[in-house]
């Protein structure tokens, strides 16, 4: 009885330790999340590489040399949550990405939409998780795009606000993306390195 009693507790011991061990080397939440992100991020790349030329269509140049630049820099951060992911061991499946072309007024209020939700809900929970789960990789992919939506969000606000007063022409009229973290700048205002990765300004990728 006495050793029946030993061996389950042994069991038992052994049996949580496993449970543990598995626990920490799977980050199931960041998986998932990197998933998500290469998603979102490879679907906003594409709408708005489509919300560009709809804005070339209505003849606001400058909108759309800013929806092509950000079209970049989410490509980018797809691109760094993909590795992040396979650095796992995990594939991403296959998926088509699906959105709709409206105005150009309306395409930039759903891109301020949507880089709303990715800084004050999607980003902020990735983080969270990320941290919590000790992946350095995700850490870094989540807060190179964390940090560059912010900016796409003030660019599109800004964007928007033009639009309405009929000022596009004050507008940007050349963007800089690094092509390392997706870092958006005005191009008549870069940084000599990027403020996010330290890649030299010499890399940027310009959209004129
Ligand atoms: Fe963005
Ligand atoms: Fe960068």
Redesign the pocket.
């Known amino acids: 009885m006495k050793t029946m009693m030993k061996n389950l507790m042994l069991f038992v011991f052994v049996s949580s330790v496993a449970l543990l061990g598995c626990k920490s080397s799977t980050p199931t939440k960041t998986i998932e999340n990197l998933k998500a992100g290469i998603k979102g991020e490879t679907t ?1 790349s594409a709408k708005y590489a489509a919300f560009a030329q709809k804005a070339m269509e209505e003849g606001y140049d400058t909108i759309a040399k800013l929806f092509e630049a ?1 079209s970049k ?2 490509a980018i ?1 797809a691109d760094n949550h993909r590795k992040a992911l396979e650095d796992l061991g995990q594939k991403m499946e296959d998926f088509t990405p699906t959105f709709d072309v409206k105005s150009t007024a309306e395409n930039l209020q759903a891109a301020i939409d ?2 709303t939700y ?1 800084t004050e809900t999607m980003y902020v929970q990735f983080l969270e998780d990320a941290n919590t789960e000790k992946v350095e990789q995700a850490i870094k992919s989540f807060t190179w ?1 964390f940090d ?2 912010k900016k ?2 003030d660019f599109y606000t800004k964007a928007l606000e033009a639009l309405k007063l009929n000022k596009e022409n004050a507008l940007p009229s050349s963007y800089a993306v690094c092509p390392v973290c997706g870092n958006t700048y005005d191009n008549a205002s870069v940084d000599q390195n990027c403020a996010f990765c330290q890649a030299p300004k010499e890399k940027f990728i310009v959209i004129n």
């Open positions: 906003a950000v820099a989410e951060h949507g880089e990715e795009a560059t939506e796409h969000l």
